[in-house]
């Protein structure tokens, strides 16, 4: 395994620490991302970035009431029209949305 950078950090009386800003940024680390170390048998600590996905309770629960209704009840489907489609359209045709963006501060 080859060096490519080192960085360090200091751990608090409470046993806390900061990420390095180089680590962060190498792991693409953002707010309230989780983290796994992985303790290898030579006693060398890897650090990677958690890919768990967290699920919405709520969401779950809609979606679990949107199927069963769709089971129940088939007869409510309905096929969207062309005029509510274009409707839908002319709302959000002029709003730009980054999905990967970072929230801000005050909306987490």
Do not use: C, W
Not at 28 to 46: A, C, R, W
Not at 61 to 66: A, C, E, N, P, V
């Amino acid at each position: 395994m080859t060096k490519i950078l080192q960085a360090e950090s200091s751990l608090t009386d409470r046993y806390q620490t900061t990420v390095p800003d180089i680590v962060r940024k190498t792991l693409g680390l953002n707010k309230k991302d989780k983290i796994t170390y992985v303790i290898n048998s030579d006693g060398t600590v890897t650090i990677t970035r958690s890919e768990t996905l967290e699920e919405d309770p709520i969401l779950g629960k809609f979606l679990d009431f949107l199927a069963q209704d769709i089971k129940q009840n088939p007869q409510h489907i309905q096929p969207i029209t062309s005029k509510t489609l274009k409707r839908v359209q002319s709302l959000v045709e002029n709003v730009d949305i980054d999905l990967n963006a970072s929230l801000s501060d005050e909306d987490e």
